[in-house]
């Protein structure tokens, strides 16, 4: 019966000790899962805040899409709509190719196509820059001849070979000037 009590006492030391490894590694799985959980917690967060990101970046690629294609084609309906205004004059001018060349009619149906043209652009709100007499604007000019004139000042046109364009601020084609010195 000794050895019984002894076996007993034994085994309730070992289960004691065990039961202590248990109450230790109970609290260790409670935080390691209290960790995983949070872990699992925030790695969704992130795939919820990487899905969000692709969406957005998406959405925004598609816009830029988007407003090319609306800004084309815009400027594709103001092309059309010069180009319908230029037909008129283009048939004046085929008009005027078939015409006999030494008739009267002839030179005034020239002077009748420039007064189209020139009222087009007013329309378009183009405007000729360079008349002789003004003074040269590098901004606006293009001074490919210098000339030595006693009669007009430094730096002023004296003869506009090409005319320039401008509409508003911005300028469709420099002036081709000579310049006196």
Do not use: C
């Not at 001018?93 to 006999?100: H, K, Q, T, V, Y």
């Not at 060349?101 to 329309?123: A, T």
């Amino acid at each position: 019966m000794a050895e019984e009590t002894k076996v007993t006492e034994n085994e309730t030391e070992e289960t004691s000790k065990e039961s202590e490894k248990v109450k230790e590694t109970a609290p260790k799985k409670e935080k390691k899962s209290k960790k995983d959980s949070e872990i699992e917690k925030l790695k969704a967060e992130l795939e919820q805040k990487n899905d969000v990101l692709l969406r957005t970046a998406a959405e925004f690629d598609n816009y830029k899409k988007r407003t090319e294609r609306e800004k084309s084609g815009v400027a594709e309906y103001a092309r059309a709509g010069i180009i319908k205004q230029l037909l008129p004059i283009l048939d004046n001018i085929d008009r005027a190719a078939g015409a006999d060349r030494e008739s009267p009619d002839y030179i005034k149906g020239i002077e009748l196509i420039v007064k189209q043209l020139e009222g087009l652009s007013e329309k378009l709100g183009i405007e000729e820059i360079a008349k002789q007499g003004e003074t040269f604007d590098p901004n606006l000019h293009e001074a490919v001849m210098h000339i030595e004139d006693e009669n007009l000042g430094e730096n002023v046109i004296a003869e506009v070979l090409q005319k320039g364009y401008k509409t508003g601020d911005t300028i469709i084609r420099h002036a081709m000037v000579k310049v006196a010195n």
